[in-house]
């Protein structure tokens, strides 16, 4: 009882070293219950008979998990900042007599207590965080939200079970660290200097590393210049090619320049001058790479999946390198600022802003770096969410815009006469036994425009198919567009919407005619169109579909035989299974020959929805947990000196300085220590997000729209800097107390 009686009086004395453990813990808590309440068995939305939540339960379960291992980093390391904070009142209680055992045994029920008491407010968070998730599983299943105050009790049982085992686990760790510490190092522990920067070996290990890696990306450079150069090439072509070469092998430069004049530099420094030359570089290479991918697209260079992937690679290493190098050299930068303008050292109380800053980025480089590379990372897992959600979104509302749809592939047939000629009557016979009433049923033929295209089988050059007019107008009917018309001698075009506007004008410049079978067609004006026609109107590798009229087509080599149903009502989930699986026995798969593919739009938005949910939810919650992780270490790294601070600030205090002046000192160290990474993260990841965004513009233009991924865009953005004002006003209110209200006594 007494012992219980002292823990409750340290955790209530401690409760604003606290602080920042049980906001940390609370949001992890808070992000749990909401992202794993979706899977439980009482939780029963109204998502109509066409869809089923079991596919999406399993898997964001488990995913949920997986990712909430890293909360147990996040555990660990926040209780190492609580006894280190508190190593010296452990060895007073050991010098009074009291066992390791007991000391470690106390600190281990104030953690729980105050973990425990976090949990229990994170489910109480976490039922309103709950009703985010599902007003966005209800978006994405396109059905309407109301809001409903729900607890569930298997999510609460599980939520309690994770985290008890892992305080219970995190608990025992540090009580046998604590019993292990000598007590002469606990009463010096805060008297202990951290490692500085300088003597550290791992930025010039990574630099040399980096060095390495340079003669890779410029004979990887030679090594694509000499397969793909081609004269004939545009002017961008080639510059892309010498950028991936010279600019490496300029940086290689450098460093020979560098290595055979060091000896004449005796200071300390001068690795930091290869460093600084070197992250130059790193910008102009990642730039060149960059280049790779969106010239190879434009001008349809034959370089493969493998080489973008090489540059998207060298990519990388380049924006990892800038950001280690930059933030090694940030504490130069501040010793520049403060040596070489007077005025500003000498205004006010800068020179201790100076001397405080460069101190601590002395020491903790390496950790400012790993936070500022997870925060990228982080920044652009959340970036990323809203464009490859509404990307997959808006590919299923192409995908699935006939009930069911029944489509062929010819590209693995070598005889004429092989191509399909079936009219799949069994699917009408199985639908009229599931009581299935059908709207509109259409079975038509796609046609090549001449008979010695069907051996055509390059990659990215099969040729465009036809349609017949009257087999396009019936598509438009189905779809509740108006007819159109066409002249004997004329043909239109069918384009998909993700077709580019440059590829759609290079195709016009050199198909206004087009020869057929049956002789040559002129292409009318008015007859290019985009409707939402379905993805299998088109054959492979390509994104436009001739309209040719009937005449025309009734001489010409039919390869695909379509055949597209809608019907009255949603078909139901099981029936739309079994209706698959049916057709898959009745046509299986091949190795060659015509391939017949079914899909019903139950099945696809059922499966799809589930997978882009997870997908969204999953990417989300791993963000925002590896957010948390880094906020909540830029916290404790300053609040690990607070002791330092209390005696210096004690120390201005005593001679004269105003505590608002002490006030505002404390507060442009947090603006410094939290927006350097953070500014830093947040131009890399702009930049990142920026190029990702336009190599892909296509795709947002047809599948997402520019102005609803800016409103996601902001909206993430929002949620980036709510989460860090919530940290930094934790840290500023617990640093904030130590400038004082009057001058402190200085033992």
């Keep these: 009882m007494l012992y219980l009686k002292l823990v409750l009086r340290n955790t209530k004395r401690s409760a604003r070293d606290y602080l920042i453990y049980f906001v940390t813990m609370t949001l992890c808590v808070t992000l749990f219950y909401g992202f794993l309440s979706v899977t439980s068995r009482y939780y029963k939305p109204d998502l109509g008979v066409e869809y089923d939540l079991d596919l999406m339960s ?379 009433t059908v709207k509109d049923d259409y079975t038509f033929y796609m046609y090549l425009p001449e008979r010695e295209e069907f051996h055509q089988r390059v990659k990215y050059e099969f040729p465009a198919v036809a349609i017949s007019l009257s087999d396009y107008n019936h598509l438009l009917t189905m779809r509740g567009y108006e007819p159109v018309a066409l002249d004997e001698d004329e043909f239109g075009l069918q384009w998909q919407s993700i077709a580019t506007e440059e590829s759609r004008k290079e195709f016009l410049s050199e198909n206004r005619q087009t020869d057929t079978d049956v002789g040559t067609l002129t292409l009318s004006e008015d007859s290019i169109y985009d409707f939402e026609l379905g993805e299998t109107l088109y054959n492979n590798y390509t994104d436009v579909v001739y309209i040719f009229p009937d005449s025309v087509c009734e001489k010409l080599l039919a390869v695909d035989r379509n055949r597209y149903i809608v019907t009255e009502e949603t078909v139901p989930l099981e029936k739309a299974v079994e209706l698959e699986r049916i057709f898959g026995e009745v046509y299986p798969e091949t190795d060659t020959g015509v391939h017949y593919t079914i899909r019903t739009s139950t099945q696809q938005i059922n499966s799809t929805t589930a997978m882009i949910f997870i997908l969204r939810a999953v990417m989300t919650y791993g963000a925002v947990v590896l957010l948390v992780i880094c906020f909540t270490i830029l916290a404790l790294q300053q609040l690990c000196d607070l002791p330092k601070w209390q005696y210096r600030f004690g120390v201005l205090r005593k001679m004269g300085v105003e505590k608002s002046h002490l006030d505002r000192i404390i507060l442009l160290q947090l603006i410094v220590w939290f927006g350097l990474p953070v500014l830093v993260s947040a131009v890399v990841s702009a930049a990142v997000m920026g190029y990702f965004f336009q190599m892909y513009s296509a795709q947002i233009n047809a599948y997402i729209g520019a102005g609803e991924l800016s409103a996601q865009v902001s909206a993430v953005t929002a949620v980036l800097a709510g989460l860090l004002l919530c940290y930094f006003a934790s840290t500023w209110r617990m640093c904030s107390g130590i400038s004082g209200g009057k001058p402190q006594k200085i033992l």
């Design 58 to 436: 399993d898997g964001m379960k488990m995913a949920v998990c997986l990712v909430s291992l890293l909360l147990l980093f996040l555990i660990w390391y926040v209780n190492g900042y609580m006894i280190k904070s508190r190593q010296k009142e452990f060895a007073l209680q050991t010098i009074m007599g009291m066992e390791r055992r007991t000391t470690a045994g106390m600190f281990f029920a104030e953690t729980f207590l105050m973990g425990i008491f976090s949990v229990l407010c994170g489910i109480l968070l976490g039922m309103l965080g709950s009703q985010f998730i599902t007003a966005m599983l209800l978006r994405s299943y396109g059905r309407p939200y109301r809001f409903s105050w729900t607890l569930f009790p298997d999510t609460v049982a599980l939520t309690l079970v994770f985290f008890a085992a892992a305080y219970l686990i995190m608990g025992i760790w540090n009580m046998r660290a604590i019993q292990k510490i000598p007590v002469i190092e606990m009463l010096n522990a805060g008297r202990k200097n951290e490692e500085d920067f300088r003597k550290s070996g791992w930025m010039p290990g990574l630099t040399v590393l980096y060095g390495g890696l340079l003669c890779w990306m410029t004979t990887e450079g030679i090594s694509k210049a000499y397969y793909y150069w081609d004269p004939r090439y545009a002017l961008p072509v080639h510059l892309m090619f010498l950028s991936n070469i010279l600019i490496p092998a300029a940086a290689l430069l450098y460093g020979a320049v560098w290595l055979l004049t060091r000896r004449r530099h005796r200071n300390a420094g001068r690795i930091r001058v290869l460093m600084a030359g070197w992250l130059c570089f790193s910008l102009a290479a990642a730039c060149a790479a960059a280049s790779t991918a969106p010239v190879s697209m434009e001008y349809y260079l034959p370089t493969g999946a493998g080489t973008l992937n090489l540059h998207m690679l060298f990519l990388l290493i380049d924006i990892i390198y800038f950001i280690c190098s930059l933030i090694y050299l940030a504490n130069d930068g501040l010793c520049l600022l403060k040596e070489h303008f007077p005025r500003i050292r000498y205004r006010e109380e800068n020179l201790f802003f100076f001397g405080q800053m460069i101190s601590k980025l002395r020491t903790t480089t390496k950790t400012v770096t790993l936070i500022c590379i997870t925060l990228t990372l982080s920044a652009c897992l959340l970036l990323s969410v809203p464009f490859l959600a509404g990307w997959a979104d808006g590919y299923l509302e192409q995908r699935a815009v006939y009930d069911i749809q029944i489509s062929t592939d010819y590209t693995d047939t070598y005889e004429e006469s092989e191509l399909p000629d079936d009219d799949y009557g069994f699917v009408t016979d199985h639908l009229m036994e599931q009581g299935i």
